[in-house]
Each structure stands twice: as C-alpha cells, then as structure tokens.
C-alpha cells in the first residue's frame, strides 16, 4: 500500500513500516466468531453508522468518495455494518511487543508479528446517542485476538473513541482522494463520562489509519503508530470487502 502523507496543517504523517518480520503463518479460512449473534431480522438501527461521519464531517461528507460513503450505509433492517478480508502485514517492534503486553487489559493492540491475518470488523451505532460500537477480530495461529471500542461525537464536534481500560483517543479526520484518514488528535483516560487528558509524554503514539477505496466491493486499510521518540512501533495493512445481504 503507498503510504500517505497527511497536508501539512495536521502536522502528521503516516509512520513508516516496522521491521521486525517473523515466518509467516500461512492463509488459513476466516470464520465468523462463534460469539457474534446475527442480526435481528427487522432491526431498526436508532442511527445510520453514515449519520457519525456526516456530524464529524460536515461539508466534507460531499468530498468523500462514493464507494467510502456507501460502505457506512445501512440499509433497510440492517443492524450493523460487517467487513472481512485479512492482513496481508501485521507488524510490531520489540519495543511495541512490551507496549501491546503492557497494555494487555485494555486488549487494544496485538503483540504478534504475522502475514496473512484473517480478519473482521464489525460496525453496530449505538441505540441513545450519535455513535458506533466497533469490534475487530484477528485470527492468528497462536490465539483469537479481539477488541471492542465506542465511537462518540464530542460536544465540540470532535470524534471520541473510547477503549477498555480507560484509555481514550480524539480522532480527527481528513479527507484525501479514495481516501478517508483518521489520525489520532490526543489521548485520554475516560472513567464514568469524566475525561482526563494525557500529556503528550504518555502518549501511546500518534495513530494514523488509512481506508483507501480500490472499487465498490474491496477496500485497503493501512494503520501505523509511531512513537515520537522512539519511532514506529505497529503497522498492519489489509484488503477487506463488507458482506451483503
């Protein structure tokens, strides 16, 4: 995947890939997890997963390429958004290993270094506020790795995505041609609605994720966390496509 530079005014760019490269684990089938329950025939969503985007967005909702906003759509009786593919490359350096280990109980970054990942993510708003739950599975050959996080819009308009552990991030958008990049603005810990921001030398990195549309069915996501000291600690990147119907 071409890496992408953000413009100059967020004062970001993506990180480069890391190094540390491991055998990979060979192909194997992706599976729906056994805990994921179908959806609900009928189920009326209280917000279309597009309605997040549109509110964080504003005018530049319109500048999003078609494909990108039609794969946040929900159709009539949908009740989620679900997206399959794999990793081609999920990579981390022995100091983003410690990292992931670290923060192990918040479950937000795998530790392993693997190619060919199947995975999935599934999208589902959030029933009495403006939001997404957002549950990404890795199937790697050591273990299932899983996550859940909430995506809310903050009362100045800003994306606020909270993960286990208390830990949160600001999420700030841009929009590029094919493509929709979402870079961290901030972190947080998050404790019963409080939130408390972390100073810039406690912050896990800055997280760069890039969706870049290929056609209407398949689409590559591109994510990397670099630390500013100490340099790119994870980069993953993968194919995926949404299942229909």
Known sequence: MQRIDLPAQTGANAAAPATADRPATGRREHKRPETQAPAAAGLE????????????????????????????????????????????????????????????????????????VPFRFDVEPLRRELGWIKTRTYHFAQEIFSFRSRMTLGAGGELLEHFGGGLGMRVRLEVL?????????????????????????????????????????QFEVCIDVAHPWFGPLFHQEGRFQRLRG
């Open 45 to 116: 969503p209280a917000h279309d997963l597009a309605a997040l985007l549109k509110a964080a967005l504003g005018p530049r909702w319109a500048l999003l390429h078609p494909h990108i906003r039609a794969r946040f759509e929900l159709a009539a009786g949908q009740a989620q958004a679900e997206y399959v593919g794999d990793m081609h490359q999920v990579r981390c350096t022995r100091l983003g290993a410690l990292f992931a280990r670290l923060i192990r109980y918040a479950r937000v970054l795998p530790h392993h270094n693997a190619d060919d």
């Open 177 to 217: 041609p094919n493509r929709l990049v979402f870079v961290d603005d901030g972190y947080f810990l998050h404790w019963r609605g409080l939130r408390l921001p972390l100073p810039r030398p406690l912050w896990p990195g800055r997280f760069v994720l890039v969706h870049r549309d290929l056609d209407a069915e």
